[in-house]
């Protein structure tokens, strides 16, 4: 089976030079006080939050404000309805070849209640991630990074985003329909092929997470399926972004700063990225605790 599941890949992706910590402090250049970076995932299971919360909350609290890629409780819920839509005449059921659409609809119908042709118009790549949050356990009422969101907003810190919601679209949108028909009928193949294999890889990877292994992390990340420019689009290019709006913000108020942990890997991650802009980063350690 594959590697690993698309939602996955976009949240663990990494490199050997990721050094051991999800949580980094900015300090240096032209930035008045600390500020830090927090490498998160958009998933509900209670594992990735039981982290040191001395530290991290700490942390948080410490700063004046907060960011995180988009700011999930301000975008326009008519524009994500409409982003996540094809062009007017494209379907699934044409696209797609007809094992793969029966397919699509006997999992559609299982982890969705409903039948593919209610889901015919959806982009692929959307539709792979709801299959596969489905199977994701649901522990907390919100996802890590909207759950650090509403912290910020409880403690009336001032908030942002380091994108806007139309830049994540246009990276989704710079894979073609065909790859990310690819893209969903491969991951398709892995369900059917071994659930419970996909489960306990999930289970293996989030472990890796969690103790800051990431030599293993790599090890299962690596998944030669995606189209090669994938990487590029949704992490590399975003990162620029992302690191040029974090200084910016982090110039005159101290930054607690949310992004996907792949947004902090490697030489082209937003570490490495602000280093370069004369900033010192280096990571605040601490550990997860067992969850009953």
């Not at 994701?136 to 806007?164: H, I, N, P, S, T």
């Not at 009928?185 to 293996?204: H, I, K, Y």
């Not at 982090?250 to 607690?256: D, G």
């Amino acid at each position: 089976m594959k590697k690993l599941l698309l939602s996955f890949l976009l949240a663990f992706f990494v490199t050997l030079s990721f050094s051991q910590s999800l949580l980094w402090k900015v300090t240096g250049g032209d930035l008045k006080e600390p500020s830090y970076l927090y490498g998160s995932i958009h998933i509900q299971d209670a594992r990735v939050f039981a982290f040191d919360s001395v530290v991290v909350l700490g942390t948080l609290q410490s700063c004046d404000a907060f960011a995180m890629e988009i700011l999930m409780d301000e975008i326009d819920p008519k524009a994500i309805k409409h982003s996540q839509y094809m062009k007017k005449g494209k379907m699934l059921s044409k696209m797609m070849k007809p094992a793969d659409f029966a397919k699509l609809d006997s999992v559609c119908k299982v982890k969705l209640g409903a039948s593919a042709y209610f889901v015919n118009t959806i982009k692929p790549f959307f539709l792979s991630s709801a299959l596969q949050q489905a199977d994701m356990a649901k522990d907390k009422e919100d996802a890590l990074d909207v759950y650090f969101l509403k912290k910020a907003r409880a403690a009336g810190k001032k908030c942002y985003g380091v994108e806007q919601y139309q830049d994540q679209i246009a990276a989704i949108d710079a894979i073609s329909l065909k790859d990310q028909i690819k893209m969903l009928v491969e991951s398709l193949d892995d369900n059917e092929a071994d659930s419970n294999s996909a489960q306990s890889q999930f289970d293996e990877l989030l472990e890796a997470y969690l103790t800051y292994n990431f030599d293993k992390m790599l090890e299962l990340s690596a998944d030669e399926s995606l189209p090669k420019k994938f990487n590029k689009v949704f992490l590399i290019d975003r990162n620029v972004g992302m690191a040029d709006h974090f200084a910016e913000i982090a110039r005159t108020q101290s930054l607690f700063c949310v992004v996907g942990a792949a947004h902090l890997a490697g030489e082209k991650g937003v570490p490495a990225l602000l280093r370069k802009k004369g900033y010192t980063v280096e990571p605040v350690l601490f550990q997860f605790h067992a969850v009953e």
